[in-house]
């Protein structure tokens, strides 16, 4: 089982910027680059979303419409980490943020979660 660990969340300001890491370990036999990656966040009292996600082989990333443009997510592969750059910060994107690595069916991990504040 994969074990993900997260960091660089904090407090910002609006219009702030933060970076955040993802680090992958215990991967056995099969390479990082076959996993599918997300960035999740989760805010009190709302589910669990994705916002952006990675896929394997050609590195396909897909952004939801709430992050596009302003959150750029990138893999390496080499390192086996995942960042997620965010820019232009605004309150709502105050949320606990999570990283998912997926592998089909057969194994799916999460992070811990690293609190992101935006203030006003």
């Known amino acids: 089982q994969v074990q993900l660990v997260e960091s660089g969340g904090g407090l910002a300001p609006v219009g702030g910027s933060l970076r955040l890491s993802c680090s992958a370990s215990?991967?056995?036999?099969?390479?990082?680059?076959?996993?599918?990656l997300g960035w999740y966040r989760q805010a009190p009292g709302t589910y669990r979303r994705e916002l952006v996600a990675?896929?394997?082989?050609?590195?396909?990333?897909l952004y939801g419409d709430s992050v596009k443009g302003r959150f750029t997510m990138s893999r390496d592969n080499t390192k086996n980490t995942v960042e997620l750059q965010m820019i232009c910060l605004k309150v709502e994107d105050t949320a606990v943020y999570y990283c998912?690595?997926?592998?089909?069916?057969?194994?799916?991990?999460w992070g811990q979660g690293t609190q992101v504040t935006v203030s006003s």
């Open positions: 998912n690595a997926l592998r089909g069916s057969a194994e799916e991990s």
């Open positions: 990675s896929f394997p082989r050609d590195g396909e990333i």
């Open positions: 215990g991967l056995t036999g099969v390479p990082f680059q076959y996993y599918r």
